[in-house]
């Protein structure tokens, strides 16, 4: 898979209105009612990253949950970092 360009990336992201690039990755906080929904989230983000062989890092801040994608074979943001992010939207 090859790394997306920067103008292909800022393309993706108009989809993604939460998101944000950062350091190579792209990034969003989710905020959530307790902790138990925090969790919660990030169990069905585990399933979906295991199903895509493609494992987001994960935050857990209480309420809120941090996921940074990036595709570390490719050196970069590729499209399973952008369909991943799809799924975690709407895992929330």
């Known amino acids: ?10 393309t993706r992201l108009e989809d993604l209105p939460e998101w944000t690039e950062s350091s190579g990755s792209i990034q969003r906080t989710y905020l959530f009612n307790d902790f138990e929904d925090s969790m919660a ?3 069905r983000v585990a399933e979906l990253a295991e ?6 890092d994960i935050l857990i801040r209480y309420s809120k ?6 595709t570390h074979d490719a050196g970069g943001i590729t499209d399973k970092d952008f369909d991943l992010a ?6 929330a």
């Open 1 to 10: 898979m090859t790394a997306l360009s920067e103008s292909e990336i800022q």
């Open 51 to 56: 199903t895509a062989n493609h494992h987001p």
């Open 86 to 91: 799809r799924k975690a939207d709407q895992a």
């Open 41 to 43: 989230f990030v169990n």
């Open 65 to 70: 949950v941090t996921l940074t994608l990036s």
